[in-house]
């Protein structure tokens, strides 16, 4: 069964980048689609980024031309690069199957100062 663990988030300063990882523990050949996701205080958990074996990716509005998503199937991992971060971006960042949901990892906190 594929355990999912979230880490490299932290404290930055508006403007600062963070890179995140996501290693699945039992494999990751047979997921199809990846995706990040963070819940904000007080608010829903949303889909920000996605990502397809083949390397097509998609994007939120709100982190469109800021983060990038990527996969490496070898390593069973996958990154998301967060440039020029906004408070608004403050959250707790989950990665997770998108199509079939998988139980969910702790999330790693990204934390936005103005």
């Known amino acids: 069964q594929v355990q999912l663990v979230e880490s490299g988030g932290g404290l930055v300063q508006a403007g600062g980048s963070l890179r995140l990882s996501c290693a699945a523990s039992g494999g990751l050949s047979s997921i199809n689609v990846m995706g990040w996701y963070r819940q904000a205080p007080g608010k829903q958990r949303e889909l920000v980024a996605q990502?397809?074996?083949?390397?097509?990716?998609n994007y939120a509005d709100s982190v469109k031309g800021r983060f990038t998503i990527s996969r490496d199937n070898a390593k069973n991992t996958v990154y998301l690069q967060m440039n020029s971060l906004k408070p608004e971006d403050t959250g707790v960042y989950y990665c997770n199957s998108v199509i079939a949901v998988l139980t969910w990892g702790q999330g790693t906190q990204v934390t936005v100062s103005s």
């Open positions: 990502i397809i074996k083949a390397g097509f990716t």
